[in-house]
Every structure is written in C-alpha cells, then in structure tokens.
C-alpha cells in the first residue's frame, strides 16, 4: 500500500500543465455561444414564434404544440452546427445531483432512410423510467413513471465530452406520473412564483408602477483541488470525498499565506480553462481567488435571476470537474475533506429587484425610499426569525454537519448580522416615539432614514461568523455547504420572505382601512413589532464563540447540531402549513424529502463508517504490526547484546503501537455492532439517530490512535498519502 503513496507522489510532482485552448477574441465575443440564448432565438425563430416563447416566458403559460415544434427544429439545427449529436432534458432529481438521459438526433424514418429528428413533443416533455431515482415513497415502484418538463426560463446548452461531441442538455422541471415535485428545481420556481406576488403587493405601497419582483442570487463556490494521483491513493477521498484520517501537517493554515495569494501556475491554467468552458455556456463567472486553507480556493459569478443562478452554480460545479480531469486534478466540494483546516461553504448572495430596475434591499439616498428599504430588511429579518429551523434544516447534511459548528464556519445557531449603521436604524424605529408623525420628512430625519445610504457606504463591518449577514445591498446565507444545490435553500428563504411580506401586506391594508391617512405611520408601527419580536435573531458579534451558544441559549434559539435532528423542521406543522399555503410543496412532497435527506444522512455515515473500519483495520493496523516486528527484532538483539537500557526507548514505541492498535482494534469492533443494531432497525427515524448519536463517535476515537501512529511509524512504510502531500503538492 504504502506504494502507492509513493508511486502517486512521483506522478504528482512531475506534472505538466496541459496547453489551453484561449478562444480568439473578447470574453464577450465567446460568451453563451454554447448557450441557446434569447438572441439565438431571436435570429432563429419567425417573429411570431419567438414573440410566443417570450410571452409564456413571462406569463408561465404553456407552449402550443406548433411553437414547440418550430423551437425544436431551431434548437436542433443550431446543435447539430456545433457538434451536438444527442439531446437530453437535463434535470436535478432528490439525488441532490443532476440527472440526464441522452437520446440521439439521428433516427430511422418509416421508409428506412437515416434522418435527424427532434420533434417539439420531444423538447416539451419526456417520460422517464426512473425507479431508482429517490422518491421518498412517493411512487410506488409499479408506477415508476416520470415526466421531465422543459423549463423555457433557463436556456440550454450544449455540453461536450472529451471527445469533442455535444449534448443538447435541456433544463426541465421533473414530477411523477402522479403530479409530486420530485426535484429541486419545480419548487424553487414556485417559490419565486409566490414571492413576486407578495413582494409586489409590497412594493406597491411605494410605488404603484412596479408590476415584477425578481429574486437575485450569486453564489460564491469554494472548492479544494488534490492532484489526481494523491487523491487516487487515498480510498477514503474516493468513497467518502473526504480524509477520515490524516495528522495536520506541521504547516496548515497558521501563517495565513494562502488566502488572496498568488495563485500557483497550474492551479491559474485550471481556472482559466474551467472559466472559459463556463463562459461559452454562459455562466457569467468573474472572480477566482485561493481560499483560507491551503489546496483550497473559490469562483463566484456575477448574480442572476435566481432559478438561473441555481441551475448555473451546479452546472458550474460539472463544468469543474470535468475540467479537472484534463489537468489530473480532483476538484473537492465536499465541505469538510481535511480535518484542522477549514471546511468549505457556498455562499448564497440573495436579494430582490423590482422590473423598475430597483434592488429593493439597495439603499436610497432618498429618504422616502429607504422607508421602502427598511420594510423589506424588517421583514427579511422577521422572516427568518420565524422560521429559522426550516432554514436550518436545508443545509443540515452529513457533510456540512462538520463544518457547522465547528470553529470556522457559521454556527448550527441561525442568526442575523446586519452591521452597525443598520442595527441603529432599527433600534431608533423601535425605541423612538414616532408613530405620531404623519406627513412630511421629518419622520425619517428623525430616524435617521435620511442617512442610510452613506453610512452604509462607509460602513465597512465585515462579519464573517454570521451565517446570514446583511452586506450592503443583499443577503449572504453562509451556512450552505459546498457541495449542496443552492435551488433548495433559496426556495425555502423566497418561500419564508413571501409569507411574512404577504402577511405585512394584509395587516398594512387592515390599518389603512381604519386611517387612510397615515401610511407611514403605519408602516413603522408595523415594523416596529416586528423589530420588538425578531430581534433575539440579531448578533453583531463573533459567531464562532462559546460566549454566543451561551447567549444564543438564553435567547432560546435553537442550535440544532445533529443532522436527523435538524430535518425534523421539514415535517413540523408549522413549515407543512407555510409551505401548503403558499402552494410551493405539499404535505406528501416535504415528507418525502424529509425521507430522503434522512435515507442519504444514513447512507453517507454507514459508507464512512464502512471504510474507516477497512482502513484502521487492513490499512493503519497491518502496517503498525509490521513495523512493530522490525522493533521488536531490534530490542530482542539489543537486549541479546546485553543492552537492555538502550532497548528501552524502542520497547517503549512498541508499548505505544500496541496501545493504538488495542484501541482501533476494540473500537471497529464495537462501531460494526453499532451499525448492526443500526441496521437492523427498521424505522427510517430511529435508524439515522443511532447512526449520528451511536455509530458516529467512534469515528474520532479511530481516528485519533490512527494518527498518532501516523506520527510514530516509519514515513516510508506509512501506507496513506499524508495531509502535506495531498496539500501541497500541486
Ligand atoms: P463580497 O463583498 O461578498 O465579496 P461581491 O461583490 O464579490 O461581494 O459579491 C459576492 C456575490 O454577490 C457575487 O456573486 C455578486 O454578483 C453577488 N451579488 C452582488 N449584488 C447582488 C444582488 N443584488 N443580488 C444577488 N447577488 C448579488
Ligand atoms: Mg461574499
């Protein structure tokens, strides 16, 4: 074994960067032009046909069968000119991945001739067997049937494999035969449905002419790259995305000489061809940058319409590691792959536009409008005070649970940071007398609304220990890991902020009926009891303190750190009753999604849990005995020598090695009588919270004797390619 560590450090260090393509021209001269994109159809398709895909675009409203078919043949004809010989709908099944079944242009016609085909009934929907996608019980298998349904608001693309050859992937929308969302996408469009209704109505209030509300969202992505050799030697990596064993190495991340360094040249080429094939797709990637930890660095785009900005994250995501492969790198989104150096999240920038060009969580200069600026921010905050847990449970997964809670990332406690200058402006509405004031500006001078936008301008407080955190003129949800499907998360924050701006709209119109003259009276009446009753949620300070659960506790929220714990909210009655009222899931839908994070929380520990028994035991514990022996080889001629004192430091490793082996041996064994009694266990419930409560704490006692025989055993017989090699060979 430990050949292999040592074959693969070779490969490693000897790398070349393969040459990369550079497109000729400007990045927009190549931007989207593996995009099916608005202008590709407005060349492509008669001015009526375009003017109706446009139109249900907007309105949502179905295709008619002969749009579809001249769409079809216009897509088809444009793929087939690029190099695309299948198709596909391209969808993002429970599985949290994406899904995708090719199907060929070419077709035998009825008289026998070769053709290329691609019908508009084609395009609009597809049937797909797919039993073993996770369903959480909702299809029964004898009725395994389900629909694929093109979503005309992303745009397709073609994706090419390594030989040069495309598929025309197809963003769509996937449910059962029996009408149950079973994706993470159909949801997130429904939310974005519900939220453009009630932030609208909102919005109205301040300006009668807005008639759209978009949600925004840009999603910052870090990642770790191991060179592809090293990550080969380490089964773990393989099987878990993750080390489940490795002693820090003498340096980590202490000097803080990683982060917003110069990026290594092989690293930098990598970038540059990801980058590229994303921007002929048109993900509008911009920023790249190394990370805190060393191996470890980040891509965010530029912000889009929400659903677009979901599906391209995770596009984005292929795109890199297929990339990846070219350069003999693995790309990592795991969100805690090394143990002592910080794991990695996904930045969830959010916030709301209006189609006047407003971003509504954007401040004014105009006193009148920042009323309008801090009804949305009130309500944002009221919003995630009352349904943190369901906020929570969304980024509650065996990967993230490392990273939450720990030192380094946002805690399991949902708070909100909001910075200095706002956190004053919200206290002034709650403590100041201003309900009396009718008319005029002197309302906001004297709450000081006057001022908002220079100091946030000049505000420059950062806090990077919040898991939800105002920055200027958006939302950060911080607590998403790396790996996760931004579509779900942000359907639950658009669903939760719909809810509290349609309850505001409702008290707002109850109040204005009884004094019609008053609006902002009004107004800030209402927001100052939504002030008085969500402030427990705001935290200025550090996140990743003691001090804070302590405080957090005393406020009475929740800090829910274990995973089977935290999906409860996903069947409470509280979010059954949010999500069936505001159409987005229904009741069956959240409990099979339920069953299906907790199925795969279960199946995440009993893979880990399988392979650190593999390796601690045939990996970690063969290579101590042997090396062992040699010791005990040489004590027996020392002492055979008559030198028993000089024998003795020797005797003392072997006493060391077999107290670690002792440990590691008696703890696989009671780890596998654990996952047995897991196992055994029929309900779904119970099963995963033996699998977090029992079967998980051996994994740091293992680990804990297996590194420290890292650090006894010879380095040349040490069979795992260590956290210095896989880190910092590149
Ligand atoms: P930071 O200060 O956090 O580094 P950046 O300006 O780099 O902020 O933005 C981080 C991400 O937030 C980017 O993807 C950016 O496009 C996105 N972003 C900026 N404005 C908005 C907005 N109004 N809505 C959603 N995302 C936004
Ligand atoms: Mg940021």
Redesign the pocket.
Known sequence: MSELRWKAIDVAQNRTIPIIQIPEGKVTDFYGIHTFTDEAMKTLLSPDAYKKVSNAIKTGDNIEGNVADEVASAMKSWAISKGATHYTHWFQPLTGGTAEKHDAFFDISFDGHAIEKFKGSALVQQESDASSLPNGGIRETFEARGYTVWDPNSPAFISYNSSGTGTLCIPSIYFSYTGELLDAKTPLLNSTIVLDKAATSVANIFDRNVEKVTA?????QEYFLVDKALYHSRPDLIMCGRSVFGHSPAKGQQLEDHYFGSIPPRINAFMVDFEIEALKIGIPV??RHNEVAPGQFEV????EEINL?CDHNILLMDVMKKTAQKHNFEVMFHEKPFAGINGSGK?N???I?TDTGV?L??PSTKPKESLRFVTFLVNIVKAVHDHADMLRATVATAGNEHRLGANEAPPAIISVFLGTAMTKVLEDIENKEIIEIEKGENAYIKLGLNRIPSVLLDNTD?NRTSPFAF????F?FRAVGSSANSATPMMVLNTIVAKQLESFRKEYDLEREKDPSKKEGIILKILKRYIKESKNILFEGNGYSKEWEDEAAKRGLSNIKDVPKALEAYISDQTVELFESMKVLNKRELHARYEIRLENYIKKIQIESRVIGDLAQNHVVSTAIKYQTRLVQTAKSLIDMEMKEEAEPILNIIREISKHVNVISKNVKDMTEARKKANNCEDITEKANIYSNEVRLFFDVIRKSVDKLELIIDDEDWPLTKYRELLYIR
């Open positions: 925004t969202c840009g999603i910052e911009r920023t965010a785009p530029t912000f900005a930045h920038n959010w916030s536009k971003n969580l954007g950062r920055t200027g003129n958006k950060e």
